[in-house]
């Protein structure tokens, strides 16, 4: 009877793992068919652009944000550039304003965090009669064909856009190279795969174009660690696609050290674990409501985005496999087991197809060597933030000096 129950719950854990591979591969068949867009858009400047950056005691980083910003290739009268100094105790005001940049002030130490701050602050800068609103992080820089671009999907109809969010020093260290193959995996083979079927897409907090329709549609009101996500559900109830568009990076250095990442993963992932936890489940029951599959899909790409709950269930699986087989042999422990290696050999498969992608160099390949390492911490801090859900609240992410 055991030995039994245990073969059940052993089917359906692997059959989950393997269709989340197949899910997986079969979008990165679909990024590999398709080739991405690379032409620069031409044609009638239709929109105006507000360039909102949040900023939290960002002296250190935020000119070279406002340098990017500044050499956009798009007419000056049709560009402004707003920092949202969000409780700053440094001189980031003094930077935003050496540099041209309109500023807003806000002080407000019980209401803390990135969704706080635009809730606050697009209001303000919607009065002012903008058409669309580029939401950047105060340590990014962006192509500078970038509005050309937005303006162009814009007048096509689309009105919620994420551009591509890439690692700008992936070569540092094996640390930020497995961030910078992860992230390319996301937008490579995840993202714009999906864009291009017109399933779930998520804003990523970063390289977020709104237009000015849809926030006076739908105000912003996320105010969660995953303000982004928070949003992009609310946007996708109401039937509102977020288009992905590959060819536009926003790059930003990622953690190099590790009390760097261990501070942004713990909000990251305790984050992603409370918002699939309380997000999840009604676009579920909307999806049936509805009979809308991107409303399943949205809930999958919750589940999917946050790699330790894939990672954790594909181990157990493949963990309860190896059991029953040791246990229980027969046909059907033998068959779980199988099922769970060739699901790991399609994984080998798209994070092989990952590196191809990202870019192959001997500094890389002996970066990926020296790797090992940097998987188990990751592994450990992903338990810790499981364990803890980001009890912490928020924290912003130490900078390199």
């Known amino acids: 009877m055991a030995h039994t129950t245990l073969l059940v719950i052993c089917t359906g854990l692997v059959a989950i793992a393997m269709l989340v591979c197949l899910y997986h591969l079969c979008l990165m068949l679909v990024a590999l068919v398709f080739r991405r867009n690379n032409n620069h858009y ?21 000119a070279g944000t406002l340098e990017s910003c500044a050499a956009l290739d798009y007419p000056a009268g049709e560009k402004t550039v707003y920092v949202i100094a969000d409780n700053c105790s440094d001189g980031t005001i ?3 304003q050496q540099h041209g940049a309109a500023c807003l002030v806000r002080r407000d130490e019980t209401r803390l965090g990135k969704g706080y701050a635009l809730e606050w602050a697009l209001p303000q800068v919607l009065a002012n009669g903008h058409d ?19 303006n162009a999907h814009l007048a096509n109809g689309r009105q919620v856009l994420q551009a591509n969010y890439a690692v700008a020093n992936p070569d540092h260290n094996p640390r930020t190279y497995l961030l910078a193959l992860a992230n ?8 714009a795969p999906k864009s ?25 009101r996320a105010r969660s660690i995953v303000e982004d996500a928070e949003y992009s559900c609310q946007l996708l109830q109401h039937g509102r696609r977020i288009a992905f568009v590959p060819e536009i990076k926003v790059t930003s250095p990622f953690p190099e050290e590790s009390g760097q990442l261990a501070v942004q993963r713990t909000r990251w992932i305790g984050g992603a674990v409370k918002s699939l936890a309380s997000l999840a489940p009604r676009m579920i029951w909307l999806g049936f409501r509805n009979r809308e599959i991107a409303l399943f899909d949205a809930a999958l790409t919750m589940m999917i985005v946050s790699r330790p709950l894939i990672i954790a269930e594909f181990a ?3 963990s309860l496999a190896a059991i029953c087989w040791a ?4 046909s059907w422990s033998i068959l779980l087991l199988t099922v769970c290696l060739l699901a790991a050999a399609g994984y080998a498969a798209y994070v092989l197809a990952g590196i191809v992608r990202l870019g192959i160099s001997p500094r890389r390949l002996g970066l990926l060597a020296s790797s090992p390492i940097q998987i188990v911490e990751y592994l450990l801090i992903s338990l810790r933030s499981l364990i803890r859900l980001g009890g912490d609240g928020w924290q912003r992410t130490p900078r390199t000096k």
């Open 42 to 62: 031409a044609g009638d400047l239709r929109h105006s652009f507000a360039i909102v950056i949040p900023a939290h005691n960002e002296e250190s980083t935020i």
């Open 94 to 96: 003094e930077v935003a």
């Open 132 to 150: 669309a609103i580029l939401i950047l992080d105060a340590d990014c820089e962006i192509d500078a064909k970038s509005l050309l671009v937005f």
């Open 184 to 191: 390319t995996l996301e937008n490579e083979f995840f993202y």
């Open 196 to 220: 291009k079927l017109n399933m779930a897409v998520f804003l990523r907090g970063t390289g977020m174009v709104l237009h000015g329709d849809v926030l006076a549609e739908f105000p912003w």
């Open 316 to 318: 157990l699986a493949l």
């Open 327 to 330: 246990i229980a042999p027969g």
